[in-house]
């Protein structure tokens, strides 16, 4: 029987520089194609008026401003609204997380869980939360809160309910047979089993929020993005609508990339 010969060192260093050249290439592609949408935006503008489209230039001067400036309230619009999203995101994961372990370890419940809650806030119109929340806390930094929160639910309570029906009943059998303690089995067991499901319920609640921002800002804040846009509309001030666009665009981005796809990487490195 013949053995198969290990690759070399020249081999293997051969591939990995396949390999670092192939996503070069791919990081120089992507950044190609953004430069040319720029140089397209740009020519378009050149032959239209600043309320149809406005210069990329003025656009991502205004976009720094309201991502960079916090000596006055450009910079502020902004980190309101991140704090509102970030405060918004972990409620509704929390939440969504209790509800969907609730069949788990109540079986009577399982049926108003997957066919009662999770449809209802599934259904229930945006809209409509914000419009109640006006109505039950006013214009406020917690009717924001609250809207945000109601839309987000669903997306994490069914992402966390799916991953709790996917989990390996051997291996949670196996863990309930050496303790009967339910905390303990679900700290050591079943949370870590949930990482892959908590984090893409977090990454995508996350952007989701962003777009959520818009409509409860809208409604319910004095501050805000969301607030700013509104008042960039009626003010017929379309550089500053579309500067608050991009400021959204970089903040789920930086965020999303530098923080949240990091964290997700090292808790899953301390799972192998």
Known sequence: ??????????????????RRFTVTKNRMLAELVILLLLIGWWWAAQGLPEFVL?????????????????STNWGLHTYASLARVLISTFLALVLGGLVA????????????????????????????????????????????????TAILLPFCMINMYEGMKSLDTEILEMAH?????????????????????????????????????????????????GYLMNRARQEFDTPLMFATIVAIIVMVYLVDKFCLARLETRFARGRI
């Open 54 to 70: 406005p210069a990329p230039g003025k656009v991502l001067k205004l976009s720094a401003k309201l991502l960079f400036d916090l």
């Open 1 to 18: 029987m013949s053995v198969a010969p290990l690759p070399s060192e020249d081999t293997r260093a051969g591939t990995v520089g396949v």
């Open 177 to 225: 047979s050496f303790t009967r303690a339910r905390l303990r089995v679900l700290r050591k067991v079943v949370l870590p089993m949930l990482f892959p499901f908590i984090f893409s319920s977090l990454r995508v609640s996350y952007g989701v929020a962003w777009k959520v921002s818009l409509i409860s800002e809208l409604f319910g804040a004095d501050t805000g993005l």
């Open 101 to 148: 372990l609730v069949p788990t370890y109540l079986k009577q419940f399982d049926v108003l869980v997957a066919d009662r809650v999770i449809p209802f806030f599934n259904a229930f119109p945006s809209l409509g939360w914000a419009l109640l929340a006006v109505l039950w806390f006013g214009v406020s930094d917690g009717s924001v809160i609250f809207v945000e």
